[in-house]
């Protein structure tokens, strides 16, 4: 059993060595201290069996092969004693493993407590002697780097993690108190796109458009556009469970580019449908032209299959002609077997001295080979259908292919246009909310 200890004890005892009892507490240092104790007991434990194993492990290796044939024994009872020490390896790994988890759970527990105590600068020490990373640490890390004001380290951490909407929210308030607005508002959009309808981006929603600075118009010359669409998008998203809500939403985006581009909210809302028509027209005609790409398509399909029928025919007229040629060579060489046997039959009979029993053998090896002889020419058309079943196979199977094909005709166009099928669907549905929202708002 190959163990790697040094896995298990990297950092551990030099987190233990500088505990500031100040902060983490005699109690705790006090644990720590006994934790490592009993590693490194543990590990001297283990010591002994592993040289044991090893060396029983070389003496089982002498019994593999011909030189362990007549020590079953010997083998079954060093099987034993290797099975023992190998149980007694994994119970002292396991032990080990066991603390050095207690270590790590305490060192989290100390940079944890140097954390609530405001000392920043320790708890990051030790959180990063805290050997398995998860998102969990890297909050801690991420979390004291905030508090010390060193935003772009908090960034680095917050980004290692998961990339959920809650933790770019973090992100976003990070270059926010940065003073990076541009980042910030980056952040934002990222957060509220695609649109999900979660709190994190009903948080954002509510976020962006307070995240003003003088440099925007310039940063984001689309900003009223864009955000206008995330406004469409949950308006669309909501028509069906709340049409109140999604009306309102569709004003707002409406709202927004109307001020952006100083126009009437009828006519920006006259522009949102005419601009959802135009995307339905669009898909529309894209699937008109992937239809005929599917029949394109599928004539190709059919036109390899053909001639993937025309290549099978031409090899299995070709193993005819090669069927024919192999049966001859089968019985030329079952007629040259028989007159060989003869001969050597003849050979022995003429030596006063062959033994009988040689003799008898030879008069078998003729009747074997006089048998093959008779077989072969008894069974021709057999061994040549013998010879071309797989090719006769290949013929079939190309056939069923091409007559699958054909029969699927329907179904093999329709999943080739379906995406695009599904795309028409949406923007219809979005093209009628739509115009039941302007509707609602500017029709009434």
């Not at 009892?21 to 069996?49: H, M, N, R, Y």
């Not at 949950?234 to 580019?257: C, G, P, T």
């Amino acid at each position: 059993m190959n163990i790697n200890k040094n896995l298990i004890l990297t950092g551990i005892f030099s987190v233990t060595m500088a505990i500031n009892p100040f902060i983490a507490g005699a109690a705790e240092e006090k644990d720590i201290e006994e934790l490592e104790k009993k590693l490194i007991s543990v590990e001297t434990q283990l010591l002994e069996p592993e040289l044991r194993l090893d060396k029983l492990q070389q003496e089982r290796s002498k019994y593999d092969g011909a030189s362990g044939w007549f020590q079953g024994s010997k083998k079954k009872a060093l099987d034993k004693e290797i099975e023992k020490n190998e149980a007694l390896v994994s119970e002292k790994y396991s032990e080990m493993k066991s603390t050095a988890q207690q270590v790590q759970k305490m060192v989290f527990d100390v940079a944890h407590a140097f954390e609530k105590h405001g000392n920043y600068d320790k708890a990051i020490e030790y959180y990063l002697k805290v050997e398995n990373r998860t998102d969990e640490v890297r909050a801690r890390i991420a979390s004291c780097f905030k508090a010390k004001k060193d935003y772009h380290q908090a960034i680095k951490w917050l980004l290692e993690m998961s990339r959920t909407d809650n933790n770019l929210l973090e992100v976003v308030d990070c270059y926010k108190l940065d003073g990076s607005m541009r980042e910030a508002v980056y952040w934002l959009f990222e957060i509220l796109t695609p649109w999900a309808g979660n709190s994190a981006e009903l948080a954002a929603l509510d976020l962006i458009e307070q995240y003003n600075y003088p440099q925007r118009p310039q940063d984001y010359p689309d900003f009223f556009k864009r955000l206008s669409d995330v406004y469409l998008t949950k308006a669309i998203d909501a028509y069906d469970s709340n049409f109140l809500q999604a009306s309102k939403d569709y004003r707002k985006a409406v709202e927004l580019l109307s001020e952006d581009l100083n126009e009437t909210p009828q006519l920006v809302s006259f522009s949102i449908v005419e601009r959802h028509q135009n995307d339905y027209r669009v898909a529309l005609e894209i699937l008109d032209r992937q239809r005929e790409a599917a029949e394109r398509n599928f004539e190709d399909r059919v036109r390899r299959a053909r001639d993937d029928i025309e290549r099978a025919e031409d090899r299995l007229r070709r193993a005819r002609h090669d069927a024919d040629r192999d049966y001859e060579n089968r019985l030329r060489n079952a007629e040259h077997n028989v007159k060989r046997a003869q001969d050597r039959l003849n050979e022995l009979s003429k030596v006063t001295t062959t033994p009988p029993e040689e003799i008898e053998r030879a008069k078998r090896n003729l009747e074997n080979a006089n048998r093959e002889l008779q077989d072969i020419r008894r069974n021709r058309e057999r061994i040549i259908r013998d010879y071309l079943r797989p090719y006769e196979h290949e013929v079939r199977s190309a056939r069923d292919d091409y007559d699958s094909l054909l029969s699927n005709r329907t179904r093999i166009i329709e999943e080739y246009i379906a995406p695009y099928k599904r795309k028409v669907a949406e923007a219809k549905k979005s093209l009628d909310r739509i115009k039941a929202m302007h509707d609602a708002n500017f029709n009434q």
